[in-house]
């Protein structure tokens, strides 16, 4: 199992659009709702200018988008 990716909230929207979300809405507080194109599916990202995303959230990011850490780091 390798080491948990640390990104901004930039770098996951990046990978978002290359996995085929886009931006929908602007939700509670600073978090973005984005959705995939062909599977509806819904990613939340917790959007704070630079900082880097915390572990727990960054891990229900992964989970949203389907992905290891491997391939989310990648990808970015």
């Known amino acids: 199992m390798s080491k948990q990716p640390r990104a901004t909230a930039k770098q996951v929207e990046k ?3 290359k996995l085929g979300f886009f931006f ?3 939700g509670r507080g600073s978090h973005d709702i984005w959705q995939h194109s062909q599977t509806g599916r819904i990613l939340v990202i917790s ?3 630079g900082s880097i ?3 727990g959230t960054m891990n229900q990011i992964l989970k949203s988008l389907e992905l290891t ?3 989310f780091q990648e990808l970015i």
Do not use: C, G, L, T
């Open 69 to 71: 850490s491997e391939k």
């Open 53 to 55: 995303i915390k572990p």
């Open 15 to 17: 990978v978002a659009k």
């Open 47 to 49: 959007y704070h200018s």
């Open 24 to 26: 929908k809405r602007h």
